[in-house]
């Protein structure tokens, strides 16, 4: 088989989740355990967490994909008129017929007003490409940009702590994966000064041609200054450097004085030398934010400064797999071209909007605060996306237990909290860490009341953990 895939690692469905159906189907059997139902907190699954989703998104794609309710006189006018005119753009007016491989001409002209309205920048559709979800475009880019063997060979930095995406498709594509380490001590802030130190060892073994930023944060929940945005670009400019700005999060940024900038915003009010040259790829899903619309898979790149003949490339590679899901598309177009003040779905949309995200701003507060309390658990502040990363001290005999058992510390960490309390989190080690530092990733998405439980049950277990070790 291909050795690549078997440098692959994907911790947010690994070994830890695979447990966690295994107790789920035990609890099934009626086997006896000290919990009633296994909490997965370990991924950004919005309505698996019980959020439901937002009216006006459904109504626009059950119509397009179910017509005859165009004649139901309970859904808004809005939402037919919107149905009507997606499914215009549509093969067969059929949402089950295939689109164009970058996705549906109207949806794309759509995300590019969209984007205008958003960075006050001109946006051309021919250089937004939907996908199925972010991370189908993400391994798009990167597979377009890796090239050369031994030391021509492309490097990718990316954040250490980092999405497992991005180490997975670095595995598989055989390019290199070049570690920067954003500063927990300032929340997570991101440093040029260690983007130039990664750079720098690199070039002693590899060509550095990609900088990913995740902004908002995944796993780390910090929301990037502009003037941070400004220096990151300068040193992409400087380095020559493809920058990916992983954006899914923008919707979900709520610590006072935290603003979300799109990188392609700030790339164009620096002007030039840096908006002629720096070639950007920006990535946007219906996934997160307020929508949690992850079973559609629909999100899009948008591509700055690309070589006409590279964009080329990219149409070429895009089309191999045909099309994204038309459903999804669909979903995407109601999200980017959303109800307007005085239209029927309005109120409702921005009333369930501004409830979903007041909510997520709450459980941010809630989750940092409860962690907090706990001697032993270090948690930043959650500015953004939809986690928290707390750092846990453990103590050493645990770490010991562990090597003992062939298991990160962290890893064995939440084997026993997994076990003992049904709540399933995800190993810091599955995302990089600082050597000698622990965490775990746990999603705040869970409903208020469930939430503050799963905090203090899993305080309680810590606390019982240490002294167990100690």
């Avoid at 003992?420 to 990733?441: A, D, L, N, Y």
Wanted: charged share 20%.
């Amino acid at each position: 088989m291909n050795p690549a895939l078997r440098r692959v690692e994907y911790a947010v469905r690994g070994p830890i989740v695979t447990r966690a159906l295994q107790l789920e189907h035990e609890l099934r059997q009626g086997v006896p355990k000290p919990f009633t139902e296994v909490i997965k907190a370990n991924i950004g699954d919005a309505h698996a967490m019980g959020q439901k989703p937002i009216t006006f998104l459904r109504q626009v794609t059950a119509l397009c994909v179910y017509p005859e309710l165009l004649r139901d006189p309970s859904v808004p006018a809005d939402a037919k008129d919107r149905a009507r005119r997606l499914l215009a753009a549509c093969g067969g007016h059929s949402a089950g017929a295939y689109s164009a491989s970058p996705g549906i001409e109207l949806v794309r002209g759509d995300v590019a007003r969209f984007l205008e309205r958003r960075d006050g920048v001109a946006a051309n559709a021919a250089d937004v490409f939907l996908s199925t979800g972010a991370s189908d475009a993400i391994v798009s880019i990167l597979k377009l940009l890796v090239s050369g063997a031994g030391p021509t060979r492309t490097g990718v930095l990316i954040p250490i702590p980092q999405y497992p995406l991005y180490s997975a498709a670095i595995a598989e594509l055989d390019a290199v994966q070049l570690n920067y380490y954003l500063a927990e001590e300032r929340c997570w802030a991101l440093d040029v000064a260690e983007l130039r130190r990664a750079v720098t060892e690199g070039r002693r073994h590899c060509c550095p041609r990609v900088l990913c930023v995740i902004n908002p944060g995944n796993p780390t929940g910090q929301v990037q200054s502009r003037e941070c945005i400004e220096n990151v670009i300068k040193f992409a400019f400087e380095e020559k450097l493809f920058l990916m700005a992983d954006e899914v999060y923008q919707d979900n940024v709520y610590a006072k004085g935290s603003a979300f900038h799109s990188f392609k915003k700030v790339l164009f009010e620096m002007g030039p030398p840096y908006s002629e040259v720096v070639e950007l790829a920006s990535f946007h899903s219906i996934s997160k934010g307020f929508m949690g619309e992850c079973g559609f898979r629909s999100g899009y790149v948008e591509v700055v400064n690309m070589d006409p003949e590279v964009k080329q490339q990219l149409a070429k590679l895009v089309s191999v797999r045909l099309c994204p899901p038309v459903p999804g598309q669909i979903l995407l177009d109601a999200v980017v071209d959303p109800p307007q003040p005085g239209d029927p779905s309005y109120e409702q949309f921005m009333a369930e909007k501004k409830e979903v995200l007041g909510a997520l701003a709450h459980k941010a507060q809630l989750t940092q605060e409860i962690f907090n309390r706990t001697p032993g658990i270090h948690c930043n502040p959650v500015q953004g996306a939809m986690y928290s990363f707390p750092r846990i001290d453990l103590p050493p005999r645990a770490i010991a237990a562990a090597q003992a058992q062939g298991q990160a510390p962290d890893m064995f960490f939440c084997i026993k909290l997994l076990d003992e309390t049904g709540i399933c989190v995800v190993p810091g080690s599955g995302f990089g860490q600082r050597e000698g530092t622990f965490h775990f990733r746990m999603t705040i998405l869970p409903p208020t009341e469930k939430l503050q439980i799963l905090l203090e049950k899993l305080s309680t277990f810590y606390a019982k953990f240490v002294k167990e070790y100690s």
